[in-house]
């Protein structure tokens, strides 16, 4: 079993910057690939980047390269998630979710462990 927490959510102007954390609890972390995902209201949920067991390979939403950035600290059980030059439609839940199947990390249904979720607001 994996709990997930994540932090860090917040208000920030366009333009802007904000960095996500998703602490984990388990000690099966360090084998499981860590994705972020997001969701804002009226939407589907969708892919937002992915970082394998080891941080070894990272992928993102096309879309998205370039501005968010996915890490994690794996002797702290957390994954992180930097957010720079924020824009207004970036503006949704994100969630933190992980996986011990190896797949394509960018499908929700790989993974089986979710967070609540943290509030990200671009105001304009």
């Known amino acids: 079993q994996v709990q997930l927490v994540e932090s860090g959510g917040g208000l920030v102007q366009a333009g802007g910057s904000l960095g996500l954390s998703c602490a984990a609890s388990?000690?099966?972390?360090?084998?499981?690939?860590m994705g972020w995902f997001r969701q804002a209201p009226g939407k589907e949920r969708e892919f937002v980047a992915a970082?394998?067991?080891?941080?070894?390979?990272?992928y993102y939403a096309d879309s998205l390269k370039g501005r968010f950035t996915i890490s994690r600290d794996n002797a702290k059980n957390t994954v992180y998630l930097q957010m720079n030059s924020l824009k207004p439609e970036d503006t949704s839940v994100y969630y933190c979710?992980?996986?011990?199947?190896?797949?394509?990390?960018?499908?929700?249904?790989?993974?089986?462990?979710w967070g609540q979720g943290t509030q990200v607001t671009v105001s304009s």
């Open positions: 979710a992980a996986t011990q199947v190896y797949g394509v990390y960018s499908r929700r249904e790989l993974y089986n462990y």
């Open positions: 388990g000690r099966t972390f360090s084998s499981t690939a």
């Open positions: 970082i394998n067991w080891s941080g070894g390979s990272t």
